[in-house]
């Protein structure tokens, strides 16, 4: 305060209960700032759930962010430890998986997850392939990638019988 000449400034000063409110309060003062990772805040979401008796929609309302944005975080920690690592910062941006593609994965078995992250990173899938590869993946009965109509198809297939039917009613 004396180098930038202030003579007062305002501080908040909060009263807490135990650690694990003192806990709370911080990991939300943090993440108001950008530069943290998807995992990082999956974890602290994690533990402010464990730490506290708040529901999740209070927790998104305590960080400010929407119950959907929470979710997508928390999800991560389903991930399997080798898909989570392919996340980790140190890995080159150009062979890093995504937190798009991560989310995705989160829906398959993790076994299944692996699989198909390795797939995705190996081939070095953009997000929209890689979408379609774990759908694929998880309409699969015995892990392997079966080929299937895309959308565009299965949507020509729908309008076509959807013509006919209503034809045949008139």
Same mark, same amino acid.
């Given at each position: ?86 996340? %980790? ?40 392939? %890689? ?40």
């Amino acid at each position: 305060c004396h180098m930038l000449e202030k003579l007062e400034i305002k501080a908040i000063i909060v009263e807490v209960a135990n650690e694990a409110e003192q806990f709370v309060l911080s990991t939300v003062a943090n993440f108001q700032r950008e530069g943290h990772l998807p995992l990082e805040i999956a974890r602290a979401l994690k533990r402010v759930k464990e730490e506290s008796d708040k529901t999740w929609h209070e927790i998104a309302d305590l960080f400010g962010y929407s119950i959907a944005w929470v979710m997508q975080h928390v999800n991560l920690l389903k991930l399997h430890p080798e898909v989570q690592a392919m996340m %980790a910062p140190t890995i080159p941006e150009r062979d890093r998986l995504r937190f798009s593609v991560a989310l995705e994965l989160t829906y398959l078995e993790s076994d299944l997850q692996l699989q198909t992250a390795r797939k995705i990173r190996d081939g070095k899938i953009r997000y929209k392939a %890689a979408k379609d590869l774990i759908r694929r993946a998880s309409q699969s009965t015995n892990g392997e990638m079966e080929l299937i109509r895309p959308p565009d198809k299965e949507f020509q297939l729908l309008r076509a019988f959807l013509t006919r039917t209503l034809l045949e009613t008139e």
